[in-house]
């Protein structure tokens, strides 16, 4: 009995190290491609507006690429594409978001202020989801892109390759 509780738990330690991969690139992945295409639909022009009011440099250029960052970025992630070179500019749009826009809100990035009829009313964000999409990459990046990811397809590829040579 020992054994196969031994085994069970050797199996499900090796299944989890190998797949936990998917579950945190599709959300992570996904998170990213919902902001940028939420940007994208309020029109550009709104989001360099808000870059302005915050003193961003070269807003209406900066804007756009958040946006393509978000969405490219996004989607690489999700198919678990090139994950260590994309992840270092969805990194840099995080860290200017946590100190340009969430850092006075806080840690919390959810405020309840008030319960009406109308429902639930909260105040503006912290930087706690920016932090937990750092972690987020930063594991994908220690960890690889798992299974079913474009990397491990062109990993495989070159090895197949090499072994051909």
């Known amino acids: ?5 031994t085994r069970y738990y050797a199996l499900t330690a090796s299944l989890q190290s190998a797949w936990y991969p998917i579950p945190l690139r599709m959300i992570v992945g996904f ?4 902001h940028g295409y ?3 639909a309020r029109g550009s022009d709104s989001f360099a507006g808000i870059l302005h009011a915050l003193h961003v440099p ?3 250029m900066m804007s756009w690429l958040t946006i393509l960052i978000e969405l490219v970025g996004g ?5 678990g594409a090139l994950l260590p070179l994309v992840s270092v500019p969805m990194a840099v749009v995080l860290l200017v978001a946590i100190f340009t826009v ?3 809100n806080g840690f919390s990035s959810i405020k309840l202020q008030s319960v009406t009829e109308s429902g639930a009313h909260f105040g503006q964000p912290g930087y706690e989801t920016d932090l937990l999409y750092l972690a987020g990459l930063v594991a994908l990046i220690m960890g690889g ?6 990397d491990r397809f062109l990993t495989s590829r070159r090895k ?5 040579l």
Do not use: C, E, T, Y
Request: aromatic letters at 12%; zero cysteines.
């Open 75 to 79: 989607f690489a992630v999700f198919v």
């Open 31 to 34: 998170g990213f491609m919902q």
């Open 58 to 60: 070269m807003p209406w």
């Open 145 to 150: 892109a798992g299974p079913l990811s474009i």
């Open 1 to 5: 009995m020992r054994s196969l509780v």
């Open 160 to 164: 197949a390759d090499r072994s051909v």
């Open 102 to 104: 969430h850092l006075p």
């Open 38 to 40: 939420a940007k994208l």
